[in-house]
């Protein structure tokens, strides 16, 4: 019985020639080898599985292969290369530095430096991972590896070449390993197959392929595997299923509906992937990138970037002719932003949600979400929609210009009779609106500065001059929008923010109870926001100061005045008693 031997063992190219996806690099190395011209030590970069250890095994072997072929491979045939392939070669040794990386596994090699072939010409010293050997296991080595004997060879391997010290990799010949192309991938895969006598839809292979990163190594094993569990005919939809991707259909269909501006059918498609346990972060990338393919589809010149089979690439045309190349430039945008944010939202699906209405908002005629922020604001579900939930409809006239309607518990309509707040200030440019859900609240200059890094395109702190009778103004403004807030409202009310003369753009509020500052305080994300937008200044801060002295009028109940009154004044109080007056 034949003995099974995995695929990625098994195809494991023996010589330059079969090494998939390296071309320039492989013929550069041949030719090194033709013309003689070697180096001492060599640096082979690049990500897992692209060709680094096989391409060294090769170089070791065909530079020792008494018999090269016209093309500058190995014989495969001669003593030495059937050495090497039987691994029984002295002539070549493997040092993994992840594993071997103290000064005593160096000094062991160096001494093994000293030992001259027996038999062919080098001997070649490999050590992978070599970003991983400890400072001093360098400093060891850095002697051997300025002069080497002549008929030594050192081929590092690295996957992280920034963590090579500058004095190695003056030392070595750098040559970078290019990630191995999905096209290259599903061509080697498609010759494995055939060879195994294994059925393959190309579409699979490329499911395969996509599923492996880069790495071919991995796109052996995951052949094998869905292979194994395939019976002989590997189809797109046993692969999907098997490897657990994203079937490219819900895509297809998510971007019909971006189309349509339908965004039901958007946020039904996206709990039907959520449900069939999808990550959504995984979902985010995997519409940018079908995305990315139907920009790229739209242009004959530009269709071979698209690594897919003739079916679907003919479905990503015709859906691609529908789309402008603005719309899919802004829906990679969206995309993109969403990405960005995903890791810091706090609510996750929210966030996706919201890239969805977004992005069947791009092609309606009157889109919330146009460029300059001035686009009339349109019901984004029909009027007619049952989704109670879900009925964001407003209007521009009866809601604060300045409230986003994005931020949750922001937005909040005006109640009936309370004036609409002055909406003929010109509105503030508009802020992502991503960026005001993750920094939602108090913007001051320390928390803009954590935020930094992960939101790459934070817009900058606004600082328009206002006066402190416009601030009073947006502070009641805001303490009128919701009139059922009572512990709210009267504090708001009763006490008025004070300049605060040693902080710029710092107020005092003197809170007389402990229940007012602690409702003012809950209230206060809301509240800065509010006034940072009315003012286009985000440097405005309130400082809650609980009164320690008695309490003030201002603040008094009115059957505390009353009663005030009538002890402060006889009179008063007999005009009280006289009428039989009583607050009820
Ligand atoms: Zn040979």
């Given at each position: 019985m034949e003995k099974y031997i995995v695929s990625a063992r098994k195809y494991r190219p023996s010589t330059f020639a079969s090494v998939v996806g390296q071309?320039?690099?492989?013929?550069?190395?041949?030719?090194?080898?033709?013309?003689?011209?070697l180096a001492h030590a060599y640096l082979f970069c690049g990500s897992r599985g692209v060709?680094?250890?096989?391409?060294?095994?090769?170089?070791?072997?065909?530079?020792?292969?008494?018999?090269?072929?016209a093309d500058g491979d190995p014989c495969n045939e001669c003593d030495s290369c059937r050495a090497f392939n039987a691994g029984s070669s002295l002539n070549i040794v493997e040092l993994d530095a992840a594993s071997n990386n103290s000064v005593d596994d160096i000094r062991a090699l160096v001494d093994q430096v000293q030992?001259?072939?027996?038999?062919?010409?080098?001997?070649?010293?490999?050590?992978?991972?070599?970003?991983?050997?400890?400072?001093?296991?360098?400093?060891?080595?850095?002697?051997?590896?300025?002069?080497?004997?002549?008929?030594?060879?050192?081929?590092?391997?690295?996957?992280?070449?920034?963590?090579?010290?500058p004095t190695i990799l003056s030392r070595c010949q750098i040559f970078d390993f290019n990630r191995i192309t999905i096209n290259d991938m599903v061509n080697h895969l498609e010759y494995v197959a055939n060879n195994e006598g294994i059925k393959a839809e190309r579409s699979a292979l490329g499911v395969i392929a996509s599923k492996a990163d880069g790495a071919m190594r991995?796109?052996?094993?995951?052949?094998?595997?869905?292979?194994?569990?395939?019976?002989?005919?590997?189809?797109?939809?046993?692969?999907?299923?098997?490897?657990?991707?994203?079937?490219?259909?819900?895509?297809?269909?998510?971007?019909?509906?971006f189309i349509e501006c339908d965004v039901p059918t958007a946020l039904l498609t996206y709990k039907e992937i959520r449900d069939h346990g999808f990550d959504s972060h995984a979902f985010i990338n995997g519409l940018a990138a079908y995305i990315r393919d139907l920009m790229v589809t739209r242009e004959?010149?530009?269709?071979?970037?698209?690594?897919?089979?003739?079916?679907?690439?003919?479905?990503?045309?015709?859906?691609?002719?529908?789309?402008?190349?603005?719309?899919?430039?802004?829906?990679?945008?969206?995309?993109?932003?969403?990405?960005?944010?995903?890791?810091?939202?706090?609510?996750?699906?929210?966030?996706?949600?919201?890239?969805?209405?977004?992005?069947?908002?791009?092609?309606?005629p009157s889109p919330i979400f146009s460029g300059d922020g001035e686009g009339q604001l349109k019901p984004i579900m029909s009027e007619t929609s049952t989704g109670a939930d879900m009925t964001a409809t407003t209007t521009a006239a009866n809601k604060p210009a300045s409230t986003p309607m994005t931020a949750?518990?922001?937005?909040?309509?005006?109640?009936?009779?309370?004036?609409?707040?002055?909406?003929?200030?010109?509105?503030?440019?508009?802020?992502?609106?991503?960026?005001?859900?993750?920094?939602?609240?108090?913007?001051?200059?320390?928390?803009?500065?954590?935020?930094?890094?992960?939101?790459?395109?934070?817009?900058?702190?606004?600082?328009?001059?206002?006066?402190l009778e416009q601030l009073i103004k947006a502070w009641n403004e805001y303490r009128d929008l919701d009139l059922t807030k009572r512990i709210v409202y009267n504090t708001m009310r009763a006490s008025k923010p004070v300049e605060n003369p040693d902080k710029k753009h710092c107020y005092t509020v003197t809170i007389e109870i402990e229940t007012q500052r602690e409702k003012l305080e809950e209230e206060m994300p809301n509240l800065l926001k509010f006034i940072h937008d009315k003012l286009s200044?985000?440097?405005?801060?309130?400082?809650?100061?609980?009164?320690?002295?008695?309490?003030?009028?201002?603040?008094?109940?009115?059957?505390?005045?009353i009663a005030h009154l009538s002890e402060e004044n006889p009179n008063f109080k007999k005009f009280v008693q006289a009428l039989k007056l009583s607050l009820t």
């Open positions: 071309t320039a690099l492989t013929s550069t190395l041949k030719n090194a080898i033709a013309t003689d011209k060709g680094k250890t096989s391409c060294a095994r090769i170089f070791a072997k065909t530079i020792n292969c008494t018999n090269r072929t030992v001259a072939p027996t038999n062919g010409r080098y001997r070649v010293f490999i050590i992978d991972e070599v970003h991983m050997l400890s400072s001093s296991a360098f400093n060891a080595f850095l002697k051997t590896l300025e002069e080497p004997p002549s008929y030594v060879v050192f081929i590092l391997a690295t996957t992280e070449k920034h963590k090579i010290i991995d796109a052996l094993s995951i052949f094998d595997q869905v292979a194994a569990s395939s019976r002989g005919e590997i189809t797109y939809r046993s692969a999907i299923e098997n490897l657990n991707v994203l079937d490219a259909a819900y895509f297809s269909r998510l971007v019909d509906s004959e010149s530009t269709r071979s970037l698209v690594d897919t089979d003739e079916a679907t690439l003919k479905l990503m045309s015709e859906q691609a002719s529908k789309c402008t190349p603005t719309f899919l430039y802004q829906a990679m945008s969206l995309c993109n932003d969403a990405d960005l944010n995903y890791r810091q939202a706090t609510a996750k699906t929210f966030l996706v949600e919201l890239l969805l209405i977004k992005l069947c908002q791009l092609l309606s949750p518990n922001v937005a909040r309509e005006p109640r009936p009779g309370v004036p609409a707040p002055d909406i003929s200030r010109p509105r503030p440019t508009r802020r992502p609106i991503l960026h005001t859900v993750s920094i939602i609240g108090n913007r001051s200059s320390q928390q803009q500065q954590e935020a930094t890094p992960q939101i790459v395109n934070a817009p900058p702190l606004r600082e328009s001059p206002y006066t200044n985000d440097h405005i801060t309130f400082e809650l100061e609980l009164n320690d002295g008695p309490s003030s009028p201002s603040t008094w109940s009115e059957r505390e005045i």
